[in-house]
């Protein structure tokens, strides 16, 4: 079967002749039986074992039904893309841009039906749905023009008649690894700029999001991507992730990608760097947001809240650690709580003016729950939030249903302390954990003290201060007057300590992570000249000036 176009995204299940696995899901969308997409044929796994993908939100809604890839399907897509790479990194530079440009313009064009897939498939809202495909959108056509550029230097020699330049050189066949809160914007953040550099991918999709992998790869082959350049795998981190990781061992991978957590990034780096292979590792966070007395304290309430709760707190910028200055902190934790008490939750889908949905899946939740244990055997003081939403455990902003999907209360504990474990963990879901400051040095030691170093926020009118915090936090973004998350899809992104290991996405400064810089030199003086020994000296004046004359 290969690959034809589609319109919406019905259509396209139709047209292409998938076989439609169940028709009878609640909302009445079909479930389809999904592929591998290897050298732009879709293939079922080597053996024949699949697994389901299920809406968090709705349960009993399947999306469908997807290869669970082998060791040896693995391969097969690794051994595609190396067959692919001399061809597409031997395309123009501003060609690939213009393929990249193509997709950005048919994610536009498809941008509704991939906005609705995907708050089926991982429960995100659709407005921040639409964001992110937006994110997915603006990074094509960033990169679009990015081909026009891949600039090189020429450098002077210290030779005559001899040139030396530099050139932006791809790695080769990268392995992508992204997480499935983030499913579609964070690839695009890898391959965009992969491709562009003349990479060649396999692309092992996050295990909660494989139909919108699907349709994003299929979109980027309709886009005019040829066969082997992006080569989709579906499975689990521990089956399909784990055989891509271990084909650095075999030198199968020249580059690994990686969003997710700090102990499975620091596993990828070992096993990266014993075989000298490039990894982009973008790991966890414990997020501190920082409120001073001089800040517009609405505007405080407002970023702290959609930090902590927005996305059900699953991103890796979420807010961690509220740290609230003493003076205004019972004023400041009055105006929060009035808002998380109040939180609209449910299925975005069906029910407007939702703040946050579902878990992306009930192993997300399996794993909040765990988490808020933590705050529970700290001692953290526990102001709001009660666990899984059920229709016996219900916060009143609920709408809908709750047993049909994964729901969690928003959590809010105080009395937070250096010396709580809960202080340091990153708990995946709508936590807030709160620290009170006495000033702002020790806001600031605070707000530096967890393990990680990713996104961070300070609340202050008092400029001195948010110049003191921009340069004494230590992590890789930082906003002032401004929530933790948000970022933009031409600044770098990235972390310091546990939180990655200095790599960056976006913008320009990625294309530093998918391209190594070639120095070649152009003797053409018809000779061999030998640099340092060669190179003509100018001796310094023999005579000493005579001064005397000026006293
Ligand atoms: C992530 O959670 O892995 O800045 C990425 C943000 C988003 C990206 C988050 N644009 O919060």
Not at 113 to 125: F, M, N, S, W, Y
Not at 200 to 207: D, E, G, I, Y
Not at 289 to 308: D, H, K, R, T
Not at 539 to 547: G, K, L, R, S, T
Request: proline share 4%.
């Amino acid at each position: 079967m290969s690959i034809g176009r589609f319109g919406t995204y019905m259509t396209h299940v139709l047209e292409t002749g998938f076989e439609i696995m169940k028709k009878e899901n609640p909302n009445g969308s079909p479930a389809i039986r999904g592929y591998n997409i290897i050298a732009g044929r879709l293939c079922n796994s080597g053996d024949g074992r699949t697994f389901t993908s299920k809406n968090p939100a709705w349960l009993e809604d399947t999306l469908g039904e997807f290869p669970l890839s082998t060791k040896e399907d693995v391969h097969d897509a690794l051994r595609a893309a190396r067959e692919a790479f001399p061809s597409w990194s031997s395309t123009p530079a501003p060609t690939r841009g213009q393929v990249i440009g193509n997709m950005g313009r048919l994610l536009m064009e498809r941008k509704e039906d991939l906005v609705r897939l995907q708050a089926r498939e991982i429960g995100k809202t659709m407005k921040e749905c639409g964001g992110e495909i937006q994110e997915a959108i603006d990074t094509c056509l960033f990169f679009q023009s990015e081909g026009r550029r891949l600039y090189g230097q020429t450098v002077n020699s210290e030779l005559p008649d001899k040139e030396l330049f530099t050139y932006r050189r791809p790695l080769g066949v990268c392995g992508i690894i992204n997480a499935s809160n983030f499913p579609s914007a964070v690839p695009f953040w890898k391959m965009i700029p992969a491709i562009m550099c003349g990479n060649t991918c396999v692309w092992k999709s996050p295990q909660d999001s494989p139909l919108l992998s699907f349709a994003l790869a299929r979109i980027m082959h309709e886009a005019g991507l040829p066969d082997g350049v992006i080569n989709l795998i579906h499975g689990k981190g521990s089956g399909a992730g784990q055989y891509l990781v271990d084909s650095a061992d075999l030198g199968m991978v020249d580059k690994i990608s990686f969003t997710g957590s700090t102990p499975v990034g620091k596993m990828i780096g070992e096993t990266c760097g014993r075989n000298l292979v490039s990894a982009s590792l973008e790991l966890g966070g414990k997020n501190p947001l920082v409120v001073m007395p001089s800040a517009n304290i609405e505007n405080a309430v407002e970023g702290a809240y959609w930090a902590g709760f927005g996305t059900a707190g699953q991103r890796c910028t979420s807010l961690g650690n509220l740290i609230v200055h003493e003076d205004v902190y019972d004023e400041f934790m009055s105006k929060f709580m009035d808002k998380v008490s109040t939180t609209q939750i449910g299925d975005s889908m069906r029910h407007e003016g939702v703040l946050y949905g579902s878990m992306i899946s009930e192993k997300y939740g399996e794993d909040f729950l765990k988490g808020l244990e933590i705050c529970e055997k700290d001692g953290a003081v526990k102001l709001w939030g009660s666990g899984r939403i059920t229709n016996q455990n219900l916060p009143d902003g609920f709408h809908g249903d709750a047993d049909e999907g994964v729901y969690m209360w928003p959590h809010v504990y105080e009395n937070v302390t250096e010396d709580m474990e809960c202080f340091h963990e990153e708990i995946f879901g709508p936590v807030v954990t709160v620290v009170k400051a006495r000033d702002f040095d020790d806001a600031l030691r605070l707000a530096n003290a967890s393990p990680f170093g990713l996104s961070s926020a300070c609340y202050t009118n008092d400029r001195l201060e948010a110049f003191r915090f921009k340069t004494g936090i230590k992590a890789g973004m930082t906003g002032i007057n401004n929530s933790t998350t948000g970022a933009e899809a031409h600044l770098p992104f990235g972390g310091v300590k546990e939180s990655g290991n200095g790599s960056r996405e976006s913008g320009i400064w990625v294309i530093e992570s998918y391209s190594y810089w070639h120095a070649v030199n152009d003797e053409l003086s018809g000779k061999l000249q030998l640099a340092q020994m060669d190179v003509e000296e100018i001796e310094m004046e023999e005579a000493e000036a005579d001064y005397s004359g000026l006293a």
